[in-house]
């Protein structure tokens, strides 16, 4: 079965935003076992609506559009959708009644606009809206189907789950998608590309989706098959030829972000962490602490901007920043031993550098960044530079900062100091 | 002109990627006065790249396509348009050379397979790609243009710039896209509707697009106009109007962000700023530190998490925390000025609060934030509950923190304790 997808709303064709409902829909029609074949945004235009609906039912098997669906002029998707599948616009009453009902729940009596969203064209099959005052529609035409839906995100995903779901399972599709999720740091997406391209060859069923980004590298290797055992035993296998190419960058099997997996490994080992930021500005603490139950392992940290406070508050020796500078390997390794020993943290981890854009020398170049980790037998230190504008230097400072502490307790042969 | 952009490749139609191309494509377009009516992805089927192409040179006067030019067996993209518009593909010796060469400055030679991206349609111009190999086409068919370009956004970027937009722009077009990029915060995006519609009316000819995030909601009046001078004038007018209609909660003209703003009010004033967290985990003090130059303000910050590090760090009594709790007016306050006495800043910031998901009681919910500010006078706090999900109510929090900043010092009459 293949779907396309139609995204309707001027707004959708402006530099400022993007259709993210085709995510959502996409995962979970991949789910069902249908493949999205195209995706569209059109605009308002009652004529461009028309031409993208005409062509989508000659070559889909399935379309399901968002938005549109509004009260006012502009929501024009059920008059085009009309039109296309030569359908009369009726009012139905019931639809009618409960967006009244609606309003009055909010003491309110519903604008007379509103009516227009109880339009339904003939034979169209109402799917209840609880989240807001337009129902969704199911046509079937020639063999087609046609689902719209609101554009809102939380509407159209509610609609989904309980209506648009049970019907297509229903229809009992041969085939579904089987999916893994892997995380890999510390490499280039080319590196990574590298090691895993010879699994390609090996199992030319399977597609893989490499996606890069400053925390961290995804790969989504995934099977379309009619065999649940026997696609899961093949995605492990792959999986597992992955990790042997991927060594220790490999930190998730199945999606999780680096700092879940700091926070599982710190509450595994009953450590906890203290962190002494300068050029990251907290970054590193804000990742430690999104992660929910954090007061589990994370007791607090300091941004220590000036040079005066990273004195005041971690004891980095005055002398120390005056002979090597801030942005040294010296004084990240008194930031995590000072913010270790006021803390009572099991580890400490500090961190200075130049996120820039100025500030940099010819010695101490813009991304350079010192990250240094301590315990109760002392510290290390990486220095390491970065590539790329002030907020990516932040991010893969911290990034490296959260993997060296993976690392710590994963690897302590190579990782302790 | 009426301009439809395609963006090619299997991985745009899986959950995790969407085509952002099309945003930087479409500011660009909409500069020169084209405007963006249809915008579709497309995987790598041969088939299905023809349908759209044959669909796109029907209905538009500009293509523009991304993706599909590398050397591999999935990349289609010339064959597809070469079938579409009737056209041979050729090699050209003059693209091949520059392949090689691009190979020879790397000391590579080059692999057989990228022949094929010298492989060239009869009769297209060839737009020179200073970063990568496939050099983008530009070809002509019956009054439509059809521009393809490679998918990798640098490259992408650049061919647009030095290639496609000096051509595009001797076409002369009579109508340019104005526009105006206002930024709120503090309230619903309902609300700034509400405000903001009567002048829908009243100027028939702007659109306006509004986009809400946490840090922020963002609106866009634009305008097509063949006349600089008029269209200005009426964007500047509608500009005073909103921010009549929007008052203290307009922030920005001109698409600052609020730590933007928040920098700007800080140096203008000629003060500093030190911030005292625990809920927000630190991400106050980043979102301080993501604007460069934020050192000539920002001293530092402590993140205490435990209740410890609250009176460790910045002297918060344990008896206040014992007897108000951790979550309180009170520990608000005292985080605020204790962050102000410890280090010598202008004004101090004090947040606590429930991010949860856990944590809350009937009393002290999730998403309940104290946020305190003290000066050298004295200090003053809100509380405030704020919905979602932690990251959400992290946001928010800091958001509201930024913005009682900004207002202490624009509005001191309503902002000052």
Chains 1, 2 share one sequence.
């Not at 399901?64 to 009369?88: M, Q």
């Not at 779901?165 to 740091?185: G, S």
Request: charged share 25%; proline share 5%.
């Amino acid at each position: 079965m293949k779907a396309e997808i139609i995204a309707i709303g001027s707004e959708l064709l402006t530099p400022y935003r993007l259709d993210t409902n085709s995510l959502f829909l996409t995962d979970e029609l991949n789910q069902l076992g249908i493949r999205v074949v195209y995706k569209n945004v059109v605009g308002d235009s009652l004529d461009d609506m028309r031409t993208c609906f005409g062509i989508a039912v000659l070559r889909a098997d399935l379309i399901v559009a968002s938005g549109g669906l509004g009260p006012t002029d502009d929501d024009r998707t059920r008059d085009a959708v009309a039109e296309v599948l030569s359908r009369k616009l009726q009012l139905n009453e019931e639809v009618l009644h409960k967006i009244k009902e609606r309003f009055r729940r909010y003491n309110r009596s519903m604008p007379e606009i509103n009516a227009r969203q109880a339009m339904v064209p003939q034979g169209a099959a109402i799917l209840p809206n609880s989240r807001g005052t337009a129902p969704g529609l199911w046509l079937e035409h020639d063999g087609h189907i046609v689902v719209l839906l609101p554009g809102v995100p939380i509407e159209l995903q509610s609609i989904f789950e309980t209506e648009v779901k049970p019907r297509l399972a229903r229809l009992n599709h041969d085939e579904r998608l089987f999916t893994r999720d892997l995380r890999i740091t510390g490499l280039p997406e080319s590196e990574v590309e590298q090691r895993v391209r010879p699994l390609y060859e090996l199992y030319p069923d399977t597609e893989t989706t490499i996606l890069a980004a400053p925390t961290g590298i995804q790969l989504h290797p995934r099977i379309w098959s009619r065999d649940t055992a026997k696609a899961e035993k093949l995605l492990d296998e792959i999986v597992d030829r992955m990790a042997l190419a991927l060594g220790e960058n490999l930190f998730s099997t199945h999606g999780e972000t680096l700092e879940e997996v700091v926070a599982r490994v710190l509450m595994e080992n009953h450590a906890t962490i203290a962190v002494a930021e300068s050029c990251t500005g907290g970054m590193l603490a804000e990742r430690l602490t999104n992660v929910a139950g954090s007061s589990n392992y994370f007791l607090g940290g300091v941004v220590c901007y000036s040079n005066e406070l990273k004195t005041a508050f971690v004891d980095v020796p005055a002398a120390i920043i005056e002979s090597k500078g801030a942005v040294s390997s010296e004084v990240a390794l008194a930031l995590a031993s000072g913010i270790r020993r006021r803390t009572g943290a099991t580890i400490g981890v500090g961190i200075t550098g130049i996120a820039g854009p100025t500030g940099g020398t010819p010695e101490k170049p813009v991304g350079l960044v010192h990250i240094a980790i301590a315990d109760e037998r002392g510290s290390r230190e990486h220095a390491i530079r970065f590539p790329g504008d002030r907020e990516r230097i932040r991010l893969y400072a911290t990034q490296s900062a959260l993997d060296m502490v993976r690392r710590y307790f994963l690897y302590p042969a190579v990782g302790r100091g």
